[in-house]
């Protein structure tokens, strides 16, 4: 089955301690994460039931905690660990992340990396 319904959450702002220089170890910096889910929204819709729907707010939380854990030096690797604990702990089928550093580049909005992962 194709599944093409989603579950979204833009912009989630994170404050990581990210970067590979010095000076970054020593501060936390702003990330921003957007996030596309596959769920199949049906049984949450017909049942009218919460118990079936993906929660945004735990999603959300999950995500935070993992960035804000623990230091990490690449935006690529934050974007894979949460690919991982999306497929894992949730269950979906299939996630895009994409990981937003702004002004990692003074005269870019924002930089970063956007993956697709699906579920093995």
């Not at 596959?38 to 707010?57: E, F, I, S």
């Amino acid at each position: 089955m194709h599944m093409t319904d989603q579950v979204f959450i833009e912009g989630l702002e994170c404050q990581a301690v990210i970067g590979v220089f010095e000076w970054e170890k020593q501060i936390r910096q702003r990330l921003l994460i957007d996030l596309v889910i596959q769920w199949d929204n049906r049984p949450a819709a017909a049942a009218d039931d919460y118990a079936h729907a993906l929660c945004y707010d735990t999603v959300s939380k999950a995500v935070t905690a993992l960035v804000e854990q623990q230091p990490h030096e690449l935006v690529e690797t934050v974007a894979e660990k949460i690919a991982a604990l999306i497929l894992e702990r949730f269950g979906a089928p299939g996630v895009q992340v994409r990981v937003a550093k702004p002004g990692a580049v003074a005269n870019a909005s924002t930089v970063g990396v956007r993956i697709e992962r699906r579920a093995s």
